[in-house]
């Protein structure tokens, strides 16, 4: 028995085989439900945009950025996120809890966002309303004073919810220049470099990835902050906050003394371009 398995075990291999039949084709991950991805769009104008050919429309909203306390609570959401696209518009969408009481304060804010389409050479003053708007109770209500919810909504920006089945994305450039989507991806728009927006003690940063960081229109006033107490005792929104900042990525091929009018020629140009790309969803990944 161990002579046999010796001989076998000295034998030359053999020929190779023939190529055997080709298996069968695998599995295609359905990208409908795997690649699927939940975003909000910004228009920056007063009516809501239609969501990118290949989306679904989920709902509408209106364009928010964040809040802050009187406690010093404060929270900021992306416009990339879903969350930014509040379906109602409230003048503080939250209420704080302690272990004893839940309440919202009269000096509590919310920071929105208004339009930003504006027509070139106007200043900011020509586009947004310039004075406190007031916002009056229902049960307060009189024929001579109705007060201003609907014309403050009517110069917020407006959102929309979609259901996407591929993967969004912005690309900078850091300088003046258009940059393009790379292979396998389809541009959604070309718009400016955006990066952070403050008001008061709070404020919302972008990532640079997000297409939230790439508005579709450039304006140096990004932000609506409206408060519950104002000077009237009622709730208030201001489109011209003094203490609102808007930080954009300048571009780096561009030189300057550091400062510029906001109704400078030349502003734009001092600020980073950018794309947003969809991933061509019937491309296998």
């Given at each position: 028995?161990?002579?046999?398995?010796?001989?076998?075990?000295?034998?030359?291999?053999?020929?190779?085989?023939?190529?055997?039949?080709?298996?069968?084709?695998?599995?295609?991950?359905?990208?409908?439900?795997?690649?699927?991805?939940?975003?909000?769009?910004?228009?920056?104008?007063?009516?809501?945009?239609?969501?990118?050919?290949?989306?679904?429309?989920?709902?509408?909203?209106?364009?928010?950025?964040?809040?802050?306390?009187?406690?010093?609570?404060?929270?900021?959401?992306?416009?990339?996120?879903?969350?930014?696209?509040?379906?109602?518009?409230?003048?503080?969408?939250?209420?704080?809890?302690?272990?004893?009481?839940?309440?919202?304060?009269?000096?509590?804010?919310?920071?929105?966002?208004?339009?930003?389409?504006?027509?070139?050479?106007?200043?900011?003053?020509?586009?947004?309303?310039?004075?406190?708007?007031?916002?009056?109770?229902?049960?307060?209500?009189?024929?001579?004073?109705?007060?201003?919810?609907?014309?403050?909504?009517?110069?917020?920006?407006?959102?929309?919810?979609?259901?996407?089945?591929?993967?969004?994305?912005?690309?900078?450039?850091?300088?003046?220049?258009?940059?393009s989507c790379p292979n396998k991806w389809e541009q959604l728009w070309v718009g400016y470099s955006f990066a952070m927006a403050v008001d008061r003690a709070g404020g919302v940063g972008e990532q640079l990835q997000g297409h939230g960081s790439?508005?579709?229109?450039?304006?140096?006033?990004?932000?609506?902050?409206?408060?519950?107490?104002?000077?009237?005792?009622?709730?208030?929104?201001?489109?011209?906050?003094?203490?609102?900042?808007?930080?954009?990525?300048?571009?780096?091929?561009?030189?300057?003394?550091?400062?510029?009018?906001?109704?400078?020629?030349?502003?734009?140009?001092?600020?980073?371009?950018?794309?947003?790309?969809?991933?061509?969803?019937?491309?296998?990944?």
């Amino acid at each position: 028995s161990s002579g046999i398995n010796a001989e076998w075990s000295l034998r030359p291999g053999g020929d190779q085989g023939d190529p055997g039949i080709p298996g069968a084709k695998g599995i295609t991950i359905d990208v409908t439900y795997v690649q699927s991805k939940i975003y909000a769009f910004h228009s920056q104008r007063k009516e809501p945009d239609a969501c990118p050919s290949g989306m679904t429309k989920i709902r509408e909203g209106y364009s928010f950025l964040f809040f802050d306390s009187s406690t010093g609570s404060k929270h900021g959401i992306p416009l990339t996120d879903p969350g930014s696209c509040m379906i109602n518009f409230n003048v503080q969408p939250v209420m704080e809890c302690s272990t004893d009481t839940c309440e919202i304060k009269g000096d509590d804010t919310s920071i929105w966002m208004p339009i930003g389409n504006f027509t070139k050479g106007n200043t900011i003053s020509e586009e947004l309303p310039t004075k406190e708007l007031v916002i009056i109770p229902e049960d307060e209500k009189t024929a001579d004073n109705q007060g201003d919810l609907e014309l403050i909504k009517s110069y917020l920006s407006r959102c929309t919810v979609c259901d996407s089945p591929s993967s969004v994305m912005a690309i900078h450039s850091f300088t003046n220049n258009k940059p393009s989507c790379p292979n396998k991806w389809e541009q959604l728009w070309v718009g400016y470099s955006f990066a952070m927006a403050v008001d008061r003690a709070g404020g919302v940063g972008e990532q640079l990835q997000g297409h939230g960081s790439c508005l579709k229109y450039f304006t140096p006033q990004i932000s609506v902050r409206c408060i519950m107490s104002g000077a009237t005792g009622y709730p208030t929104c201001h489109f011209q906050s003094q203490s609102q900042k808007t930080a954009y990525i300048r571009a780096n091929n561009f030189e300057s003394d550091g400062k510029m009018g906001t109704l400078d020629e030349n502003l734009e140009e001092s600020i980073s371009r950018c794309v947003v790309c969809r991933r061509i969803p019937d491309i296998a990944l």
